[in-house]
T-cell receptor, first 111, second 119 residues
């Protein structure tokens, strides 16, 4: 079956750096997404990794290791507005493409 | 990023009625759209994959006769919840795949979601 694991909650301090990990066991892997979701809103795209390595985009970076089934999202210079849920999602190709989501990590940024 | 719209944003209906939710990709063509539902404090659960011009592919446990999906054009997919019941109350979110081999991009963009409440 398909399985995606990430921590339920994390707390970090404004201005700090936080790393949110995601491990997955899937068949037909075709890429990994990170999304940010504020309560009551739809997810917002943050990053997409299909090859191993680090993708950097401003304060956000995402890393992928396909051999280890592992990814992380790194948030730098944390701001209060970064308090949200961060969803790790894996796209798989099993006859057709589909994207499945982990349960999400709720990040609380404190002053 | 690309824009995906959903309509309506909120709907309240009586039990037994049907509700149609529209999902549109506004500035790109989407051959594939996805429909998710999300319960409070839970993650997104994929309901079905909608491919333009063909039948939708439903996930296990999702009743295709209850959740009718039509992907009539490259920019529009609709989800109709038939004979709605209170347990169908949820946040329904559509997503459209934006893919360009030439640009090397492949991203999935989400609509703002539709909150359905069935009384």
């Amino acid at each position: 079956g398909q399985n995606i694991d990430q921590p339920t909650e994390m707390t970090a301090t404004e201005g700090a750096i936080v790393q949110i990990n995601c491990t997955y066991q899937t068949s037909g892997f075709n890429g990994l997404f990170w999304y940010q979701q504020h309560a009551g809103e739809a997810p917002t795209f943050l990053s997409y990794n299909v090859l191993d390595g680090l993708e950097e985009k401003g304060r956000f970076s995402s890393f992928l290791s396909r051999s280890k089934g592992y990814s992380y999202l790194l948030l730098k210079e944390l701001q209060m507005k970064d308090s949200a849920s961060y969803l790790c999602a894996v796209r798989v190709h099993t006859g057709g493409f589909k994207t499945i989501f982990g349960a999400g990590t709720r990040l609380f940024v404190k002053a | 990023g690309a824009v995906v719209s959903q309509h309506p944003s909120r709907v309240i209906c009586k039990s037994g009625t049907s509700v149609k939710i529209e999902c549109r990709s506004l500035d790109f063509q989407a051959t594939t759209m996805f429909w998710y539902r999300q319960f409070p404090k839970q993650s997104l659960m994929l309901m079905a994959t909608s491919n333009e011009g063909s039948k939708a592919t439903y996930e296990q446990g999702v009743e295709k006769d209850k959740f009718l999906i039509n992907h009539a054009s490259l920019t529009l997919s609709t989800l109709t919840v038939t004979s709605a019941h209170p347990e169908d109350s949820s946040f329904y979110i559509c997503s459209a795949r934006s893919w360009s081999a030439g640009e090397g991009t492949d991203t999935q963009y989400f609509g703002p979601g539709t909150r359905l409440t069935v009384l």
